[in-house]
Nanobody
Framework: QVQLVESGGGLVQAGGSLRLSCAAS????????VGWFRQAPGKEREFVAI????????NYANSVKGRFTISRDKAKNTVYLQMNSLKPEDTAVYYC????????????????????WGQGTQVTVSS
């Protein structure tokens, strides 16, 4: 089983940048697609970005496309989320999660397809 730990959240002004990290334990981490999700107060958890286990494909929510970039460093067992041009509406707790199924052929944006959730990291964007 993969254990995930997020870091890098904080308070930033609108227009600023943050880079979130998702560090994994478990030698099979490279076999799992990894997604970032977020949950704002009073709202459901929503998909943000995903990177396929091979690193060959990514997908983004329309609300972050062009501003956020997901990447992974297999040597460091870490997935990153670079967030630029942040907006107040990006304020949320951000979670990373690994796909329940290793080596899945397609990438999923559905929370039900993900297990091994991290504890989350708070991102607050002030206007």
């Amino acid at each position: 089983q993969v254990q995930l730990v997020e870091s890098g959240g904080g308070l930033v002004q609108a227009g600023g940048s943050l880079r979130l990290s998702c560090a994994a334990s478990g030698r099979t981490f490279s076999s799992y697609s990894v997604g970032w999700f977020r949950q704002a107060p009073g709202k459901e958890r929503e998909f943000v970005a995903i990177i396929k286990w091979s690193g060959s494909s990514t997908n983004y929510a329309n609300s972050v496309k062009g501003r956020f970039t997901i990447s992974r460093d297999k040597a460091k067992n870490t997935v990153y989320l670079q967030m630029n041009s942040l907006k107040p509406e990006d304020t949320a707790v951000y979670y990373c999660a690994a796909d329940r199924r290793p080596l899945r052929g397609t990438i999923s944006t559905q929370t039900a397809d993900f297990g091994s959730w991290g504890q989350g990291t708070q991102v607050t964007v002030s206007s």
